[in-house]
């Protein structure tokens, strides 16, 4: 069975790397780029016959506000391009595993109090059976602590952060898919909160998709200031959703907008039909038509899957 679950990836600062432990820090090793060298993608090979796809859909009106009480009569879905039958269809309301991933490059600096704030904020939302991990960044990501379901343990590591040093984006990234995968819900969403784009990182945009597709990753991102167009890329099409933030004030606002979309989502299935392993990426395309009188909606779904090889 293929399950497309949420990854939660918040890209904000960071704590100090001593809480955690020799054993438990995890660290990427950049790879050397070289011509013969493998993507992240050509190292996962998943061994299953496809019997369902689940996608999970986020529906938003004009306002942002979720939509929860459509049908499955409310939607369509495509597998390159043809139409599948849906099989299984449900509101997802389990708890969830989320990396927060902070960044705290020199840039950070002016905005560091409130991206703090923003963080406690959206752990204050938090659901019984949720857990959280820390990942920071500047010239080099690193765990600052992992999973949790003590909310305030998060909040304590951040007080610790201090802006210094370029942006390791993408490598961050490369490190709360990682970690994120080892949480213990079957959602998981790696959420993205940074003021910036990447200008440090050993991978390249490119490599940390084909992961993320692979992992079945959904990213959430937040741009501060600076609109980063490399997380509107990754989060459309890991179904997720990212999010301009204008001036640091408006925060607060984005982030309520963001925890509610991450916990509203619909779990459409179907069957690929013919069970073939031929180890191909097929394309996700899901419609959604709303009922008569309510207006146009706007949807995000995980854009597609890697069949297993034989």
Do not use: C
């Not at 942002?64 to 309301?93: C, G």
């Not at 999010?243 to 991450?262: C, H, I, K, Y």
């Amino acid at each position: 069975m293929t399950r497309f679950g949420p990854v939660a990836v918040f890209l904000i600062a960071a704590a100090p790397p001593a809480v955690l432990s020799a054993q438990e820090r995890v660290t990427i090793t950049p790879r050397v780029h070289a011509a013969s060298s493998r993507s992240p993608a050509n190292t996962v090979n998943l061994r299953f016959d496809v019997r369902l796809v689940q996608v999970p859909v986020v529906v938003t009106d004009a306002r942002d506000k979720p939509v929860l009480d459509l049908t499955r009569e409310s939607f369509r879905l495509f597998e390159d391009e043809r139409e599948r039958a849906i099989t299984s269809f449900a509101v997802a309301d389990s708890p969830i595993s989320v990396a927060i991933v902070f960044d705290s490059s020199r840039s950070m600096k002016n905005k560091m109090a409130e991206a703090r704030a923003g963080v406690e904020q959206f752990l204050d939302a938090s659901m019984p059976g949720d857990e959280f991990s820390l990942v920071r960044f500047s010239d080099k990501a690193q765990v600052v602590m992992g999973f949790t379901r003590r909310p305030e343990d998060i909040a304590r590591g951040l007080s610790f952060v201090e802006p210094r040093g370029w942006t390791a984006l993408f490598d961050a990234m490369m490190l709360g898919a990682q970690v994120v995968r080892k949480g213990a819900n079957q959602r998981k969403v790696l959420v993205v909160f940074s003021d910036g784009g990447d200008n440090n990182s050993r991978y390249s945009e490119g490599e940390l998709a084909a992961l993320l597709r692979e992992r079945d990753v959904k990213v959430y991102a937040l741009s501060i200031v600076e609109r980063s167009r490399a997380l509107d890329r990754l989060a459309d099409e890991t179904g997720g959703r990212a999010f301009w933030v204008r001036n640091v004030g408006d925060l607060p606002a984005a982030l309520e907008t963001l925890s509610r979309q991450m916990r509203s989502e619909y779990l459409v299935g179907y069957s690929p039909g013919e069970l073939v392993n031929d180890g191909k990426y097929h394309r996700i395309r899901v419609e959604v038509q709303p009922p008569p009188g309510m207006p146009r909606v706007h949807a995000s779904w995980r854009r597609g899957y890697t069949a297993p090889g034989d």
